[in-house]
């Protein structure tokens, strides 16, 4: 079963900047996506970032375009987020998750991991 964990939370200053890691285990997939959501406490959970896995095009929720940016590694299975110039209004617990071939929507998700921006 195809499993998602997510590294590299933590707490930041505003203006530093953090990287995420999605790292796909359990076995071999197709991926038509992998993609970053982020919900804040008291928030409803929010598009951050997608990277479509055959073409490698990417998708930044226009509120981040400029500071975020997605990519993967194909040999580790892994995405990752790239985000700078962190902000207080960044926190949020990230989610990593996959849609996989087939699928309509994202079906596969992680357990999220923290990340705290300190004004």
């Known amino acids: 079963q195809v499993q998602l964990e997510e590294s590299g939370g933590g707490l930041v200053q505003a203006g530093g900047s953090l990287r995420l890691s999605c790292a796909a285990s359990?076995?071999?997939?197709?991926?038509?996506?992998m993609g970053w959501f982020r919900q804040a406490p008291g928030k409803e959970r929010e598009f951050v970032a997608t990277l479509y896995w055959n073409t490698g095009a990417t998708l930044i929720a226009s509120s981040l375009k400029g500071r975020f940016a997605i990519s993967r590694d194909d040999a580790k299975n892994s995405v990752y987020l790239q985000m700078n110039s962190l902000e207080p209004e960044d926190t949020a617990v990230y989610h990593c998750?996959?849609?996989?071939?087939?699928?309509?929507?994202?079906?596969?998700w992680g357990q999220g991991t923290q990340v705290t921006v300190s004004s």
């Open positions: 998750a996959v849609q996989r071939a087939g699928m309509p929507r994202y079906d596969v």
């Open positions: 359990g076995g071999t997939f197709r991926a038509t996506a």
